[in-house]
């Protein structure tokens, strides 16, 4: 009986918080303000020896609920973003990461997939707030990409500038700084403060140039492969790394796709899938690299296909089994934090 009657206060309790939040939304619309403002001051305040990484994109063209490539690394007071592909902008914001006070954005190469949140990026950073220069460094092929930029935000950066004034939208700023570098292996393209950054060449051919990045400070080493085939260059460059971010295709599925898309006559499709196969890294090649290398931590991500569901995360986990380090399948939004 008494259990009865606590339930029935308890449902009469729930209706009414609804009701009144229904009928009188102004009662509770301040609070909502404060709330919301409140609880991302401060949460990006890291110790100023560690790394933190956080994949905001996991997925690939390949299709699925996820963002596409776009790392966040967070490091000495700095905020460096890997690849800004479709999506990435806005689950960032999702996150709540400070996209106001982004230093510089490094690009692995020019598939969409990587680079078309750019503009964006730029200008959401901007818009925001960023009040400080934002530097963007890639292979040959950025200084042509930013200066069509130019043209592209021309009219949107005037509004802006036209509406809040030019004390508040600083028009100096409102542009990224292109970086270039040439197809040259192994060169440091950052080395600030005690953080080095070098991009090497990756193999993902047909696709030149392609690179992934080695990001290192205060004797800690992370590595990211951009999209490669299996490739002992990464391998060298990850050798004892922290962490290892590493693009993943689980070709047994995608073959097997391909035979079902063909068998329907899907030819388009079957030929798409079939192509992508020769230029990304299978989980067994990269396991038993990354063995021989002596990587901490393994992320795999870009993953082709999305492991949202129970089979094909079965299928990674049986085709990644061996690894003798910590081995995640990245998701959007996760975090990591090298001490
Ligand atoms: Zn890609
Ligand atoms: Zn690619």
Do not use: C
Not at 56 to 83: C, H, M, W, Y
Not at 199 to 208: L, S
Not at 324 to 334: E, H, P, R, T, V
Request: net charge positive; hydrophobic share 40%.
């Amino acid at each position: 009986m008494k259990k009865k009657l606590s339930f029935s206060l308890l449902l009469f309790s729930i209706f009414l918080s609804i009701s009144i939040i229904s009928f009188f939304p102004e009662k509770f619309s301040t609070y909502l303000i404060n709330y919301n403002i409140d609880k991302n001051q401060n949460r990006f305040n890291f110790k100023k020896d560690e790394i933190a990484v956080f994949t905001i994109g996991t997925g690939s063209p390949l299709g699925a609920q996820r963002a596409n490539s776009g790392t966040a690394v967070f490091l000495n007071e700095k905020f460096f973003l890997f690849d800004v592909g479709d999506g990435v902008v806005q689950k960032a914001e999702n996150m709540n990461l400070p996209l106001n006070q982004l230093d510089g954005i490094f690009i692995t190469h020019y598939h969409s997939d990587h680079y078309i949140d750019l503009p964006y990026m730029i200008n959401r950073s901007w818009v925001l707030g960023r009040n400080q220069d934002l530097n963007v460094y890639g292979p040959t092929g950025l200084k042509e990409i930013l200066d069509s930029n130019k043209s592209f935000l021309k009219l949107e950066n005037k509004y802006r500038v036209d509406h809040h004034g030019p004390e508040l939208m600083n028009t100096k700023y409102a542009l990224g700084i292109p970086n270039e570098f040439e197809n040259l292996d192994k060169q440091i393209i950052y080395n600030k403060d005690g953080v080095k950054i070098t991009a090497f060449n990756v193999d993902h051919y047909p696709v030149i140039p392609a690179v992934g990045y080695s990001i290192e400070f205060n004797n800690k080493k992370i590595v990211i492969s951009g999209d490669t085939k299996a490739n002992k260059v990464v391998f060298e460059m990850a050798e004892n790394a922290d962490l290892l971010i590493h693009e993943v295709i689980l070709n047994s599925l995608l073959k097997k796709t391909a035979t079902i898309l063909d068998n329907k006559s899907m030819k388009r499709n079957s030929r798409i899938v079939t192509d992508i196969q020769d230029y990304h890294a299978s989980p067994k090649e990269i396991i038993k690299l990354a063995n021989k290398a002596n990587v901490k931590t393994l992320i795999l991500t870009h993953l082709i296909p999305a492991p949202d569901n129970i089979v094909i995360k079965n299928l990674y986990k049986k085709e990644t089994k061996g690894f003798q380090g910590k081995i995640y399948l990245a998701n959007d939004g996760d975090k990591f934090i090298v001490k």
